[in-house]
């Protein structure tokens, strides 16, 4: 398992499925491994690298957050004391980067925040966090910032998706221009959207924060506007595996990646209506002659070749035509350049086979109309 | 209210009965005319208000049960249900691969790899997802 974070183009942060962070640089066409973050216990499985302040936050099953500040050329790690009981599952830095929330098995998410005062003393613990608590019913898998920095969306294994105000005093300022947002209090529930009977995954807000995306684990994904009291929602059924991450490219177009190996693209038409267009990268075999395009297909080959001879063979080639990137299920997606753009051309992804894979939208001529 | 939801549950159910047994006799005559995919869109028609009922699930599991099996020439049958029945009618066919029974789970499973090359894994992930709405 990789999750991985590409601070620009070239530098890249990952997590080799185990406590370390790994951080390589692009010189001279190779990639060199340049750091090793060691401090975490186990598994890390959320890292996020703040574009402005250059400041990595990671997540781990020992429960507890780090800090790592580059300081000459050390990383320096600040530890975030969560208190949880279970692991911290996924993390992210608040657009502003002054706050970064934690999902945890725990059913909480931490907001943690800087604490000014404490600044000068540089004692252990600089980050203080408040909690949402008692409004998850099971693990918290995804957190995402919406572009005001004041609500936050989440995703659940309860299958549920949430969106709470994370309004601190001190660290927010009352804004006339986050509307209505900025009069909540912090840890307000303003909307849970049930729309999954599943595990819900990945969760982003588009651009503007005008709409939603998150999907679950029944080969779903849904598209929510008008985000409030009054939110209309959408929900896409595909043929194939379930995705476990999203990206919003544009305010009309969102890739999908998961269990499916290939990434999924869905883009809305000029009524706002959502469906799925083609995936991304090579697949020229599964569109016409292949029947069973992923990772099983082999496994399957076998189950109906007992009634049929022929199959079997069949099925083995088309894994292998597929040619994707990808060998294993894609776990991650994130945005590649400057946070905050509302066009985003470059992504990468990690995925279960040990890969991370950039894609570049510049040469895909057949969807310019949605970006 | 948990009183109040029950006595909906069982005023529905005795509407639904009714419902079901107009949806046998349709049935039965649209199998007589040699219609055997208009009758099997007739069993899966208006299964979204799918009930706790256990009673009513039986009794339109038996419905759906008897179209099925008329089913001869399966790639056509496909060709002309709508997309929107995929989903239910996958969740029915894994009902009658439980039932153990010979005949019904050839047919199931006859249907099944079809309908799987057709609608794809998400149609298989959506029913093993879906522990709400059973039928």
Same mark, same amino acid.
């Given at each position: 398992m990789i999750t991985n974070n590409i601070f620009s183009f070239v530098v890249v942060a990952f997590c080799p499925n185990n406590n370390e962070v790994h951080i390589y640089k692009l010189s001279e066409d190779k990639w060199e491994k340049v750091h090793v973050l060691q401090k975490h216990d186990q598994v890390i499985c959320g890292i996020d690298w703040s574009s402005r302040s250059n400041r990595i936050v990671t997540a781990s099953h020992d429960r507890n957050s780090y800090v790592w500040n580059l300081e000459g050329s050390e990383w320096v790690p600040t530890l975030v004391i969560l208190r949880l009981n279970r692991a911290a599952l996924c993390v992210q830095w608040s657009p502003k980067e002054n706050k970064f929330a934690v999902g945890s098995g725990a059913k909480t998410v931490c907001i943690c925040y800087y604490e000014q005062e404490n600044n000068c003393h540089h !004692? +252990?613990?600089k980050f203080i966090y408040k909690l949402i608590r008692k409004k998850h019913d099971s693990s918290v898998t995804s957190v995402s910032w919406h572009p005001n920095n004041i609500l936050l969306a989440t995703t659940s294994t309860d299958g549920k998706c949430r969106v709470f105000s994370t309004f601190i005093k001190g660290v927010d300022a009352k804004d006339s221009k986050a509307g209505s947002s900025s009069d909540t209090k912090f840890g307000e529930l303003i909307i849970q959207l049930d729309l999954s009977l599943s595990w819900a995954f990945g969760v982003k807000w588009s651009p503007s924060g005008n709409t939603l995306a998150y999907v679950g684990h029944n080969s779903m994904i849904y598209f929510v506007d008008d985000v409030g009291p009054s939110p209309l929602a959408q929900n896409v059924a595909f043929r194939d595996l379930p995705l476990r991450d999203v990206l919003f490219v544009s305010e009309r177009m969102v890739v999908g990646v998961g269990f499916d190996c290939s990434p999924m693209l869905f883009a809305a038409d000029d009524r706002g209506i959502w469906s799925f267009i083609r995936y991304l990268g090579e697949r020229k075999a599964v569109s016409s002659g292949s029947k069973y395009g992923s990772q099983f297909s082999e496994a399957f080959g076998k189950f109906y070749g007992q009634s049929k001879h022929g199959l079997n063979n069949d099925a083995v080639e088309s894994s292998k035509m *597929? &040619?994707?990137?990808?060998e294993n299920c894609i776990n991650c997606i994130m945005p590649l350049g400057? *946070? &905050?753009? !509302? +066009?985003? *051309?470059r992504f990468s992804t990690s995925g279960l086979d040990g890969r991370v894979v950039i894609w570049d939208m510049e040469n895909q001529q057949d969807l310019s109309e949605y970006i | 209210m948990a009183g109040a939801e029950g006595y909906v549950e069982a005023d529905n159910a005795e509407a639904i009965m009714t419902r079901i047994e107009h949806k046998t006799r349709k049935i039965e005559s649209l199998l007589k005319q040699y219609k055997p995919v208009e009758a099997l869109k007739t069993a899966l028609e208006g299964t979204h208000a799918i009930t706790r009922d256990e009673r009513c699930k039986s009794a339109h599991w038996i419905v759906v049960h008897r179209a099925l099996m008329a089913i001869k020439d399966v790639d056509g049958m496909l060709s002309q249900l709508d997309p929107e029945y995929y989903d239910i009618l996958m969740k029915y066919l894994y009902k009658g691969l439980a039932t153990g029974d010979r005949p019904t789970c050839d047919q199931c499973l006859r249907i099944h790899e079809k309908l799987t090359e057709r609608a794809g894994f998400g149609c298989i992930l959506r029913h093993l997802t879906d522990t709400v709405n059973t039928v």
């Open positions: !004692s +252990l613990v *597929r &040619g994707g990137v990808h400057e *946070r &905050g753009t !509302s +066009l985003i *051309r | -």
